[in-house]
């Protein structure tokens, strides 16, 4: 599972969030003539961690989450 899809199936698991914008959450920007309310993730920043030994497989990333109402 990607890290995308494991932030949007976590916001999924929370019945509050699914009651005010049921399956509406969006990986990237929202679409014109989308319904709302919605929520958008998007990546802002992804860096590799460095050790003494050099770059590692292990990469640090940032994620901006936006609400969309009328």
């Known amino acids: 599972m990607s890290l995308e899809a494991a932030i949007r199936a976590e916001l999924l698991e ?3 969030i699914r009651d ?3 399956e509406r959450i969006l990986l ?4 014109e003539e989308f319904a709302l309310p919605a929520i958008t993730a ?3 920043s992804e860096r590799s961690l460095q050790t003494l ?3 590692t497989d292990v ?4 994620y901006r989450l936006d ?3 009328e």
């Open 14 to 16: 929370h019945q509050e």
């Open 20 to 22: 005010i914008v049921g």
């Open 28 to 31: 990237g920007g929202i679409p």
């Open 42 to 44: 998007q990546m802002i």
């Open 53 to 55: 030994c050099g770059l």
């Open 59 to 62: 990469r640090e990333a940032a």
């Open 67 to 69: 609400l969309w109402a």
